[in-house]
């Protein structure tokens, strides 16, 4: 089955331990990002790769770190978490190019205490 | 950079409504994507439509590209329908709208 997969789905952590969170797809897709959503803001991009060893900023990088050393997996890592981080983020993959759908997985909710 | 407005933002329905959301965006967009959030939080895909008219089931979408706008209906509302519908632009990447939550009442 065509997905995208996240882990954790839920964590709960203290501030300043660094932590990641894995993203995997299974479609041979270029393209790979990550979203966080906050309650009234919709999603906002983060970091986003055109492919292995490309990545980019997005709207709000601060905080956070991405790899792409693998076509399959693109992992989100947040060195030092503060409480600010506390969200729903998403990971998304699509084929390069200006008509492609692109694919979310299930979520991942962050608690920083 | 490009705005993504829904509307209305809140819409409350009985069971068996019918219903329109509405997306409209601010410049040329190379396509559009609009998304159904579950209660649980899952991002399920509803339609990929850069133009033009897509049914799924009770669902369909309009998007009129020049116009800078896309349409959503939802006919004979159910429970399940409930959550919260983004629309999401493309622009080399995606811009997303803050989204309509919509709850159905039996």
């Known amino acids: 089955e065509a997905q995208v997969t996240q882990n954790p789905r839920y964590l709960i952590t203290v501030t300043g331990k660094k932590l990641t969170v894995t993203c995997s797809q299974n479609?041979?897709?270029?393209?790979m990002s990550w979203y966080r959503q906050d309650p009234g803001l919709g999603l906002r991009q983060i970091y986003y790769?055109?492919?292995?060893?490309?990545?980019d900023k997005g709207d709000v990088p601060e905080g956070y770190k991405v790899s792409r050393k693998e076509k399959r997996n693109f992992p989100l890592i947040l060195e030092s978490p503060s409480p600010n981080q506390t969200s729903l983020y998403f990971c998304?993959?699509?084929?390069?190019?200006?008509?492609?759908?692109?694919?979310f997985g299930p979520g991942t909710r962050l608690t920083v205490l | 950079g490009i705005q993504v407005e829904q509307s209305p933002p809140d819409l409350i329905l009985q069971e068996g409504a019918n219903s329109t959301l509405r997306c409209n965006f601010s410049?040329?967009?190379?396509?559009l994507q609009w998304f159904h959030q579950n209660p649980w939080g899952q991002l399920i895909n509803l339609f990929y439509?850069?133009?033009g008219t897509k049914q799924n089931g009770r669902l369909s979408a309009t998007t009129v590209a020049t116009e800078r706008y896309s349409l959503l209906y939802i006919s004979s509302s159910q429970t399940t329908d409930s959550g919260v519908y983004f629309c999401?632009?493309?622009?080399?990447?995606?811009?997303f709208g803050r989204g309509t939550q919509l709850t159905v009442w039996p």
């Open positions: 998304a993959s699509s084929q390069i190019g200006s008509y492609n759908e692109q694919f």
């Open positions: 479609m041979n897709h270029e393209y």
């Open positions: 790769s055109m492919n292995v060893e490309v990545t």
């Open positions: 410049d040329s967009v190379n396509n």
């Open positions: 439509i850069p133009s």
């Open positions: 999401a632009v493309d622009m080399g990447r995606l811009y």
